[in-house]
């Protein structure tokens, strides 16, 4: 291959070779989860439903637009230590930051609700994207007749089609939605 051959005569010219650690972003982000289960070097608190949850803005940021948003911006919450969250249970706070500090979750008919509605709101599209598989993985199962594992209201909240409305795909595909989509430089034109 021509590229193969011209990058190793570059390598010989310079010296240069760009290598490549395949474990240093896990270990700066679980030493990062670490700092936060410690309350180390933490830079904002989260409160919802009275509950407090040390983090770092800058994992937040990197990880939601929401709070990219909210600590980039000129808003009240950039400089300050405590933001309380309205709209979003301590339960679904609680395992949207274990997501946003380790990419994994572990969901189940009991929790599923309070994750949606907190990865909705903080805009963390990735634990959507989890979510939607793990209800579309409920509906799938319950049409085969084993509606006796998935008990309580995640059934008939993933049945009624709310599942297909956090389906992964570069933007929403949810009916309601579509509606609401313009190009970002036609915004102010609504």
Do not use: W
């Not at 190793?8 to 240093?24: D, K, N, P, V, W």
């Not at 933001?83 to 572990?106: D, M, P, R, W």
Request: charged fraction near 15%; hydrophobic fraction near 40%.
């Amino acid at each position: 291959m021509p590229s193969e051959r011209c990058l190793s005569i570059q390598e010989m010219l310079t010296g240069q070779r760009l290598c490549h650690s395949e474990s240093h972003n896990d270990s700066v982000l679980a030493a990062l989860n670490q700092q936060r289960s410690d309350g180390i070097l933490c830079d904002v608190t989260l409160i919802a439903e009275e509950q407090k949850f040390h983090a770092h803005k800058a994992v937040l940021a990197a990880c939601s637009d929401y709070f990219r948003a909210m600590f980039s911006l000129c808003m009240v919450e950039s400089g300050a230590d405590e933001v309380s969250l309205h709209g979003v249970t301590s339960l679904g706070l609680k395992q949207a930051l274990e997501f946003a500090y380790t990419g994994q979750i572990l969901l189940e008919p009991g929790v599923i609700q309070d994750v949606l509605a907190a990865g909705s709101h903080l805009q963390l599209l990735e634990l959507l994207n989890l979510c939607s598989h793990y209800l579309i993985q409920v509906v799938d199962v319950s049409r085969e007749g084993k509606e006796e594992v998935f008990y309580g209201p995640t059934l008939p909240f993933a049945s009624n089609g709310i599942a297909a409305c956090f389906l992964p795909a570069p933007y929403f595909t949810c009916p309601n939605l579509q509606t609401l989509q313009v190009p970002h430089h036609r915004i102010g034109t609504i």
